[in-house]
């Protein structure tokens, strides 16, 4: 079946604008995550969904960062006047839910560049 | 808050060596998951191992285990047969047991690098 997808790959934008990260997780998948990736770390978490609810945004760095789920499936993340140290690779993941552990299914993420 | 460390930023071995990655975390938690996520090029992660901390036998998939010290919050990976394949990032991470989902706390990342 298909796994987590999300566009675009590349996104290359200015200081300032406002940009929008899309993420098509597994089918009947009900729990959603959005990790940050910068240069040679390992990711970082910033917000988890179960169904349309944010369950988690602890991880988010500052008001700046949105994030939804209106239908439960699709998610879509939202950076307002970014900024360059907003460059990294955004990774979208999705599971099961109902019970913990569960594995969590990685997308190809998505580069953005604030230049 | 827990944390995960891989001490190790880069290791490289010829192809079908056997090579071990090192993690060690720090939690207060009792019940929890451990995961090894591989992430080559590609960027995408890939699930490589996982293991329950409540269960005292390792887990093993194929050419990949993982050696448990759960007194010591120890979770090394061990690759046999290594491959030019297995080249990529490899990630340790953390995710405490709990109903409903939970995040995942990820070490730094070591490279590994298969010379044929």
């Known amino acids: 079946g298909a796994g987590v997808s999300q566009t675009p790959s590349n996104k290359v934008t200015e200081k300032g604008k406002y940009v929008e990260l899309r993420c098509d997780p597994i089918s009947g998948h009900t729990a959603l995550y959005w990790y940050r990736q910068s240069l040679g770390q390992g990711p970082e978490f910033l917000i988890y969904?179960?169904?349309?609810?944010?369950?988690?945004d602890s991880g988010l760095p500052n008001d700046r960062f949105f994030a939804v789920r209106p239908e439960g499936s699709v998610s879509t993340l939202k950076i307002q006047r970014t900024e360059r140290g907003d460059s990294a690779v955004y990774l979208c993941?999705?599971?099961?839910?109902?019970?913990?552990?569960?594995?969590?299914?990685f997308g190809p993420g998505t580069r953005l560049t604030v230049l | 808050a827990q944390t995960v460390t891989q001490s190790q930023p880069e290791m490289s071995v010829q192809e079908a060596e056997t090579v071990t990655l090192s993690c060690t975390y720090d939690?207060?938690?009792?019940?929890?998951?451990l995961f090894w996520y591989k992430q080559p090029p590609s960027r995408q992660m890939i699930l490589v191992i996982r293991?329950?901390?409540?269960?005292?036998q390792n887990a093993t998939e194929n050419r990949f285990s993982v050696n448990f010290q759960k007194a010591a919050k120890s979770f090394s990976l061990k690759i046999s047969d290594s491959q030019l394949g297995d080249t990529a990032m490899y990630f340790c991470a953390f995710m405490k047991r709990s109903q409903g989902a939970q995040k995942l706390v990820f070490g730094q990342g070591t490279r590994l690098t298969i010379n044929p």
């Open positions: 293991q329950e901390a409540y269960k005292q």
């Open positions: 993941a999705s599971s099961l839910s109902g019970t913990g552990g569960n594995t969590q299914y």
């Open positions: 939690t207060s938690e009792n019940n929890y998951y």
């Open positions: 969904f179960q169904g349309t609810g944010a369950a988690d």
